[in-house]
């Protein structure tokens, strides 16, 4: 955005980030800190190196529906820490710049490689951007439920162009073709049925969710961004439509007004409205079905899953950042609040199951 600080002259810098995500009524907690180096290592080649630590506490719905009598989900406590780093390597050709990346990310029961590619390609006397990039990801879930850990596999080709119109507006179109395979159900979510133990006699079981082992999507973005002079701001507006094969399908509309007061200081107000379709095979419980579960999830048919996350929902995000540039060209310092609500949309999720969240995030970003 050309109201964000610029650091053009600078070599080498910084970022720091600390976010703490908070749940409503005990639920969920992150604790993210979040660092970022780069380094010129010649005139047209950069490298960027990354870190990432998560401290996830709380407790999370199991799948189970509320006891009878009761409109509170069960939910099952949780703590976990996450590492993750990452590190890029760029280089800016003369019309050109390509980027190769490899990430690692570790929690005590997932394990995650990543690589990914880039290329953005200026045409139209950088008038217009050609964006190109695959990025593939091979996963263990090692989660102690399950009998033998378990492969999962995503691979991702996004196609993109950028194209300025005039000095204060800017077009920007991407298409991202995304598949997975291996392992794709939640180990720790569960769905009820209410079997026959012996004739004439029921007993409440849960079994293990069981979601397709292939997963293919569409996602298309369009964003603009509309600088105002006169009223010494920036509009960036986008929207995101997402569809996959489960059945699931969501639009996600966000607006963020970036507004200089003085020459120092940058307020940002933040609006994001997301909605979802369900899943083809979301459902409360397997009562009154001719389903018989089996135990582990063997990603085929019939599937069936009471995550609340594949139910027919929307969200709300309201925020505020503020970005202080405290010595020119050199150190900024942020800080922002979001308020993060949900709601489902089918009338039968409980309101229980949906969680609310503050999320705050303070950091600063230093150049030299």
């Given at each position: 955005?050309?109201?964000l600080p610029r650091?053009?002259?600078s070599?080498?810098?910084?970022?720091?980030?600390?976010?703490?995500?908070?749940?409503?009524a005990?639920r969920?907690r992150?604790?993210?800190h979040?660092?970022l180096?780069?380094?010129?290592?010649?005139?047209?080649?950069k490298?960027?190196?990354?870190?990432?630590?998560?401290?996830?506490?709380?407790a999370?719905?199991?799948?189970?529906p509320?006891?009878?009598?009761?409109?509170?989900?069960?939910?099952?406590?949780?703590?976990?820490?996450?590492?993750?780093?990452s590190a890029d390597?760029?280089?800016?050709?003369?019309r050109?710049n390509?980027?190769?990346?490899?990430?690692q990310s570790?929690e005590?029961?997932?394990i995650?490689?990543?690589?990914?590619?880039?290329?953005?390609?200026?045409?139209?006397?950088?008038?217009?951007?050609?964006?190109v990039?695959?990025?593939?990801?091979d996963?263990?879930?090692t989660?102690?439920?399950?009998?033998?850990?378990?492969k999962?596999?995503?691979?991702?080709?996004?196609v993109?162009?950028?194209?300025?119109?005039?000095?204060?507006a800017?077009?920007?179109?991407?298409?991202?073709?995304?598949?997975?395979?291996g392992?794709?159900s939640d180990?720790?979510?569960?769905?009820?049925?209410?079997?026959?133990?012996?004739?004439?006699?029921?007993l409440?079981?849960?079994?293990?969710?069981?979601?397709?082992?292939e997963?293919g999507?569409?996602?298309v973005?369009?964003?603009?961004?509309?600088?105002?002079?006169?009223?010494?701001?920036?509009l960036?507006?986008?929207?995101?439509f997402?569809?996959?094969?489960?059945?699931?399908?969501s639009?996600t509309?966000?607006?963020?007004?970036?507004q200089?007061?003085?020459e120092?200081?940058?307020?940002r107000?933040?609006?994001?409205?997301?909605?979802?379709?369900?899943?083809?095979?979301?459902?409360?419980t397997?009562?009154?079905?001719?389903?018989?579960?089996?135990?582990?999830?063997?990603?085929?048919?019939?599937?069936?899953?009471?995550?609340?996350?594949l139910?027919?929902?929307?969200?709300v995000?309201?925020?505020m950042k503020?970005?202080?540039?405290?010595?020119?060209?050199?150190?900024t310092?942020?800080?922002?609040?979001?308020r993060?609500?949900?709601?489902?949309?089918?009338?039968?999720?409980?309101d229980?199951a949906?969680?609310n969240a503050?999320?705050?995030?303070v950091?600063?970003?230093?150049?030299w």
């Amino acid at each position: 955005m050309g109201l964000l600080p610029r650091f053009a002259r600078s070599e080498d810098s910084l970022r720091y980030k600390f976010q703490s995500w908070q749940e409503d009524a005990g639920r969920i907690r992150v604790d993210s800190h979040y660092a970022l180096i780069e380094k010129e290592l010649a005139r047209e080649t950069k490298l960027r190196l990354v870190g990432l630590i998560d401290a996830i506490t709380g407790a999370t719905p199991t799948g189970q529906p509320a006891p009878a009598g009761s409109v509170n989900v069960p939910v099952s406590q949780l703590r976990d820490r996450r590492k993750a780093w990452s590190a890029d390597l760029s280089r800016q050709f003369t019309r050109s710049n390509f980027a190769a990346s490899y990430s690692q990310s570790r929690e005590s029961d997932y394990i995650s490689n990543a690589w990914a590619i880039n290329t953005v390609t200026d045409f139209n006397q950088k008038n217009t951007s050609l964006l190109v990039g695959y990025a593939h990801a091979d996963d263990d879930v090692t989660a102690r439920f399950l009998p033998a850990p378990r492969k999962k596999r995503n691979d991702d080709l996004i196609v993109g162009v950028t194209q300025l119109l005039n000095p204060k507006a800017s077009l920007t179109f991407n298409l991202t073709r995304g598949t997975a395979d291996g392992y794709l159900s939640d180990p720790y979510k569960i769905i009820q049925k209410n079997t026959e133990i012996v004739p004439g006699f029921f007993l409440p079981l849960t079994f293990a969710e069981n979601r397709p082992e292939e997963r293919g999507k569409w996602i298309v973005f369009a964003g603009t961004a509309l600088s105002f002079p006169q009223l010494h701001g920036t509009l960036d507006a986008n929207y995101r439509f997402f569809r996959d094969d489960w059945g699931t399908q969501s639009d996600t509309v966000s607006f963020e007004w970036y507004q200089s007061v003085g020459e120092r200081f940058i307020v940002r107000p933040l609006v994001r409205l997301y909605r979802q379709s369900a899943a083809d095979f979301y459902r409360l419980t397997l009562d009154g079905s001719s389903i018989v579960p089996g135990s582990p999830a063997s990603g085929r048919t019939p599937f069936y899953s009471a995550d609340y996350r594949l139910s027919e929902l929307e969200t709300v995000t309201l925020g505020m950042k503020a970005v202080w540039t405290v010595i020119p060209g050199s150190l900024t310092v942020d800080a922002a609040y979001e308020r993060y609500t949900m709601r489902g949309r089918d009338r039968v999720t409980l309101d229980s199951a949906y969680p609310n969240a503050d999320v705050i995030t303070v950091g600063f970003h230093f150049a030299w």
